[in-house]
């Protein structure tokens, strides 16, 4: 490892021939790190800018932080001159891509660090091998979009099309194809990454690998991704989605909400009926809602024939009509993202929302417990304060894509779950609802080793708490070594990044 990395530390910056871009301040009289930016040609906004309050602005309004300077850059150079123009200056560095860490942490995770906004950052190409080229400012929306019409691909990925590539493919992941072909970051076969001194690399499994290792899993401790290189699936022509709703017939009946939850469980462990072309999720909302939703890599006929009659076999009668329906590939992933179109603007996002969000992960080999579905249906029912909703999606089970590597593959250690919980609570005043919520269930089933997803990223959590809930001691302890070979003043800095304390 000390070889690799002593190579990449004795580089330097990479040069890179791009027209000099005029800032958006003057540089007169103004602090050393603005000057630094200005000297490089390196396009900013500051406090007072005319453009300052909106790129600040972050998704989640409960956090709200203030940038010292918000960089946008429209090279890797630009990249790396302010990497360095920080650390020369003793100012933190995170860099935003989509903008919707829960946590903010895209925004600094405090006052006064320096936010690296790869808006510019739009191109994507897709070569005759399949690979895509994708800016590090790219929405997923028009990541989906642009790959299809290019080229008739696709890549595994979440459905919010606001949301950007950078933190979504370097924290996981997941999407209602994953179980079919893996996390988003299981695509990436290469990136182009500033680190922490400035310089760039181009990073592969070969080339810098454990760069390359570490960024897929803990890019926000180790480096700024302006380019990923992805892998790409042929699309497919269509698949199935399906839908089953029972609103208030579950919900107000404990007996029934935990027998039918226990029966899904066993129909998404069941070897003799599920693969890997099938994935779905519940969605529950604190007001009567009990959905079930997701899709089949296959035609309406298989699903009703062979996977339908098993889910629905000794459970109540859904309430709603049933969709069980064939969606052209395109149509589908307008679908899934609740909007009329998956193409996003490429400036001028504005998409907020005020919240706390907690996370489970549940392992395969210890599932869900009818006492602990139990302790969730009780606390639901308690007068809620806040409104809420609760997604428990499907990552595990046979032939999961999801949880076929290790912690070898990629600096990832979510390779065991069998379900993932998003608790969300809406409103500043939701975190002792959500909290609670989160507690019900793991309290429940004390003797269960229950983690939690770093792209649902809790601000509530301890430094300590959050690098063995994200990522276990062994994959933190080796990430920990790494930090301090290639970052070893932390310049890539937020409240849970690898080596706070």
């Known amino acids: 490892m000390k070889s690799i990395v002593a190579s990449v530390l004795a580089l330097g910056a990479v040069v890179v021939n791009a027209a000099a871009i005029s800032p958006l301040v003057n540089a007169a009289a103004v602090s050393p790190l603005v000057t630094c930016l200005n000297k490089a040609n390196v396009t900013i906004s500051t406090p007072g800018g005319a453009n300052y309050s909106e790129l600040a602005e972050p998704f989640n309004l409960r956090l709200q932080y203030s ?45 006064g660090s320096m936010v690296i906004d790869l808006q510019p950052l739009q191109d994507v190409e897709v070569d005759a091998n ?36 950078g933190g979504h493919f370097t924290h996981g992941g997941y999407g209602h194809t994953s179980r079919n072909w893996g996390l988003a970051l299981d695509h990436i076969v290469g990136v182009d990454v500033v680190l922490a001194n400035g310089t760039a690399v181009y990073a592969t499994q070969t080339l810098y690998p454990d760069v390359f290792w570490a960024i897929r899993g803990a890019a926000d401790s180790f480096g700024i991704v302006t380019n990923f290189y992805l892998e790409t699936h042929e699309a497919p022509e269509s698949v199935t989605y399906f839908s089953y709703k029972w609103g208030s017939s579950l919900f107000s009946d404990k007996q029934a909400f935990t027998d039918t939850f226990l029966h899904i469980q066993d129909f998404a462990t069941n070897a003799t009926i599920i693969d890997s072309r099938i994935s779905f999720g519940i969605y529950l909302d604190g007001v009567a809602a009990y959905n079930l939703g997701g899709t089949f890599f296959g035609t309406v006929d298989e699903f009703k024939a062979t996977y339908e009659p098993e889910l629905l076999r000794g459970i109540p009668t859904p309430t709603v009509p049933v969709i069980v329906d064939k969606y052209a590939w395109y149509d589908y992933l307008i679908l899934m993202s609740d909007k009329t179109s998956i193409i996003e603007p490429l400036t001028g996002y504005d998409e907020h929302d005020t919240f706390f969000t907690k996370s489970i992960t549940v392992p395969e080999t210890q599932k869900l417990s009818a006492t602990a579905l139990d302790a969730f249906w009780t606390y639901i029912h308690q007068p809620a304060p806040v409104d809420y909703f609760v997604i428990i999606n499907l990552y595990g089970g046979p032939g999961s894509q999801i949880n076929t590597k290790d912690t070898s593959f990629a600096a990832y250690n979510d390779r065991d779950s069998l379900w993932v919980f998003q608790n969300y609570g809406i409103g500043a005043d939701s975190i002792d609802w959500i909290q609670g919520l989160n507690q019900a269930v793991v309290q429940a089933q004390p003797n269960t080793t229950f983690g939690a997803y770093l792209n649902y990223v809790d601000p509530s959590l301890t430094p300590a708490e959050a690098h063995t809930l994200y990522y276990g001691e062994a994959l933190y302890a080796k990430l920990l070594a790494l930090k301090g070979e290639v970052d070893p003043g932390s310049v890539f800095w937020n409240p849970q990044a690898i080596g706070t304390v």
Request: positive net charge.
């Open 130 to 165: 399949g690979i895509a080229k994708v800016g590090g400012g790219v929405r997923l929306g028009n990541l989906a979009d642009k790959i299809y019409k290019q080229a008739k691909r696709a890549v595994s990925h979440g459905t919010c099309p606001g949301v950007g590539v």
């Open 67 to 111: 940038p010292v300077v918000i960089v946008l850059p429209r090279t890797t150079k630009h990249v790396s001159d302010a990497v360095v123009c920080a650390a020369e200056c003793n100012v933190k560095v995170q860099a935003k891509s989509g903008g919707h860490s829960y946590a903010s942490f895209s925004s600094g995770g405090k006052n």
